[in-house]
């Protein structure tokens, strides 16, 4: 299983409850929602889809499957963006 993991080289700041982040090396910056930072700050630590979705269920009213759908299409977009890695 694909676990995802955050870019130790991307700088991160807090705005009210969104994260606002940026890649030094491409001099690019990006905000999170709420949710999508708390995703970020959940992959800490390498973890698969499944145990994403695991936690994010715990904190947010969503079934499975839409969960899987939308942190899948999340990730694949963060990992486009060089934010996180997949390993």
């Known amino acids: 299983m694909t676990k995802y993991y955050r ?3 991307t700088i991160s700041g807090r705005l009210h409850d969104e994260l606002v982040m940026m890649d030094v090396e491409r001099g690019k910056y990006f905000s ?5 930072t708390r995703i970020w700050d959940i992959i800490d630590k390498p973890l698969d889809i499944e145990e994403l979705c695991q936690l994010l269920m715990e904190e947010y009213d969503v079934s499975y499957d839409q969960c899987k759908s939308e942190t899948a299409e999340l990730l694949a977009e963060m990992a486009r963006l060089g934010l996180i890695f997949k390993e």
């Open 7 to 9: 870019n130790s080289r």
């Open 32 to 36: 999170l929602n709420p949710v999508a």
